[in-house]
């Protein structure tokens, strides 16, 4: 990857990353005919028992032969039916040895912790798969504003941006050609702000890096690649 592909890899890395941790999980396997036998999510063995299948049909774009099928892969990995931060670690830094990826994992474990408990249940994986698989584009870019926003107070600061980049460069950097430059994550928050800052008052709204967002051609088509993957 080159460095000049960095600035958009920043908007879309949430979806190429998750997805390929999903393979990785064994969860987007195709779905077996006998799903369809289920009436409901199988809970005889997990510590951690999941909301009812219409629940979570009503709260995400999946079917329920879809939710059966991700609810398997997701217990087989995970027998507890909860996944902590330092799984995620685990899981990003064997696609990533020789960089270091634990702090953007800890970033993306963040977005999907929804209740900050330290643990991420069925529910909080599921919801947020749909958004990032079937949502809309707008729901989308909300679910990545959410990351970036790392203190979760409405804003995307200079200081919150700089430290995702930091995150990418220090997972990625040793894979960019040419190498990266120490000041290259700074130079790259510079360039998001021209765009995003459209009043120049320092931090980016919510709508500010969706309008930004949707202004731009290669950000929108890479918003759809993995619109079919399950």
Known sequence: MSIQGMELFAIVVVIILFVAVLKQFGILEPMSLEDS????????????????????????????????????????????????????????????????????????FNAFDLDRNGSIRFEDFVIGLSVLLRGSITEKLNWAFNLY?????????????????????????RYTYPSVRDEAPSEHVEKFFQKMDRNRDGVVTIEEFIETCQKDENIMSSMQLFENVI
């Open 37 to 108: 036998s289920d009436s409901d999510l199988e809970l005889s063995t997990v510590r951690h028992q999941p909301e009812g299948l219409e629940q979570l049909q009503a709260q995400t774009k999946f079917t329920k032969k879809e939710l059966q099928s991700l609810y398997r892969g997701f217990k087989n990995e995970c027998p507890s039916g909860l996944v902590d931060e330092e799984t995620f670690k685990t899981i990003y830094s064997q696609f990533f040895p020789q960089g270091d990826a634990t702090t953007y994992a800890h970033f993306l």
């Open 149 to 173: 926003d790392i203190n979760k107070d409405g804003y995307i600061t200079k200081e919150e941006m700089l430290m995702i980049m930091k995150s990418i460069y220090d997972m990625m950097g």
